[in-house]
């Protein structure tokens, strides 16, 4: 059973380049979150979708990022441009619904980000 | 104040040691509380989850849940080296989402 993928594992790259992070959900799971993690602030989240909506992207740190879900096995976490302070690991996690509420997520093993 | 609040550590115990992880929350209208398990450079693992105050018990490990004090622990008996990690508690908050501790360090020495 696969679990959450993202694509690439590491990601290097230079100030100012737009940077694109994948990741395909659990099959069956209505729900998909962003984190960014740093050793400073932990676990953040920058956005999650429901059903391909985005329903919550308050922790989007500024107009340089933008996510979509074109459909229920994509999503796509954009940066651009990009600057040496969004260094950290990205995650994608999802999670499916019951009773309308989300279900313990499940992570992929991120994508870690060096912007030189 | 934050949502969650977790012991920083790093936690460092000999081989065989009883570990205690804990968590506080601010919300007392939170209800679902889970562990997760991260190992270096890998994405957190669901280790356990409950609803309910009491404990909760899946083989070496015991997730407690005391909501009159606000207070979630994660105990591990026998502690082994590849317990080795860090652990991070999350809660599921009113609007769906989940907020997590910034994670403990812990280190079993053999």
């Known amino acids: 059973d696969a679990g959450v993928i993202q694509s690439p594992r590491h990601e290097v790259t230079e100030m100012g380049q737009e940077v694109t992070l994948r990741c395909k959900p659990i099959?069956?799971?209505?729900?998909l979150f962003w984190y960014r993690q740093t050793m400073m602030r932990g676990l953040e989240l920058l956005i999650y979708f429901n059903n391909n909506v985005p329903i919550d992207d308050s922790g989007m740190p500024e107009d340089r990022f933008s996510a979509k879900m074109p459909n229920a096995s994509f999503s796509t976490l954009k940066i651009q441009p990009s600057e040496p302070r969004d260094s950290a690991v990205y995650f994608c996690?999802?999670?499916?619904?019951?009773?309308?509420?989300?279900?313990?997520?499940?992570f992929g093993d991120g994508t870690r980000l060096s912007i030189l | 104040q934050k949502e969650v609040e977790q012991d920083p550590g790093p936690l460092s115990v000999p081989e065989g040691a009883i570990v205690s992880l804990n968590c506080t929350y601010s919300?007392?209208?939170?209800?679902?509380f889970m562990w997760y398990r991260q190992y270096s450079r890998k994405g957190p693992e669901l280790l356990m989850y409950?609803?309910?105050?009491g404990n909760k018990e899946d083989g070496r490990f015991t997730a407690q849940v005391d909501k009159s004090s606000k207070y979630i622990s994660l105990f591990i008996r026998d502690s082994q080296p590849s317990d080795s990690a860090t652990y991070l508690c999350a809660i599921r908050g009113d609007g769906n989402q989940f907020y997590f501790g910034t994670g403990t360090s812990l280190t079993v020495i053999p």
């Open positions: 919300n007392s209208a939170f209800q679902y």
């Open positions: 409950t609803y309910s105050s």
């Open positions: 996690a999802s999670s499916s619904i019951r009773d309308g509420r989300n279900q313990p997520q499940h």
């Open positions: 099959s069956g799971h209505n729900s």
